[in-house]
């Protein structure tokens, strides 16, 4: 079974930095497309950043310059390393992954369950 593993959300200082990590796991044939998106409260789920299997990157504006993604085709993992953040930073960081797979074979969108980020003042 396809599964998405995050870690290393907490909580940080406004201008701190954290590094979030996605691993994802199974029968995996490809991944075309991996990212992390964010969801606040009140809010509707929204891109951060995600990176295709040929190393493009793709960004929101609003963390453009303070976020980078990357990923490691050997393992299967993608990283979302993230500095000067702000209290509107504050959001649970959903990685997603469009994969296919031996039981699967043509891509689907996975998501992992999530993980907090809170940024205070």
């Known amino acids: 079974q396809v599964q998405l593993v995050e870690s290393g959300g907490g909580l940080v200082q406004s201008g701190g930095s954290l590094r979030l990590s996605c691993a994802a796991s199974?029968?995996?044939?490809?991944?075309?497309?991996m990212g992390w998106y964010r969801q606040a409260p009140g809010s509707q789920r929204q891109l951060v950043a995600t990176v295709n299997s040929g190393g493009t990157t793709r960004y929101a504006d609003s963390v453009k310059g303070r976020i980078t993604i990357s990923r490691n085709n050997a393992n299967n993992t993608v990283a979302l390393q993230m500095s000067s953040l702000k209290p509107e930073d504050t959001a649970v960081y959903y990685c997603h992954g469009l994969l296919s797979s031996y039981e699967f074979p043509v891509p689907r969108d996975y998501w992992g369950q999530g993980t907090q980020v809170t940024v205070s003042s």
């Open positions: 199974g029968r995996i044939f490809s991944i075309p497309v």
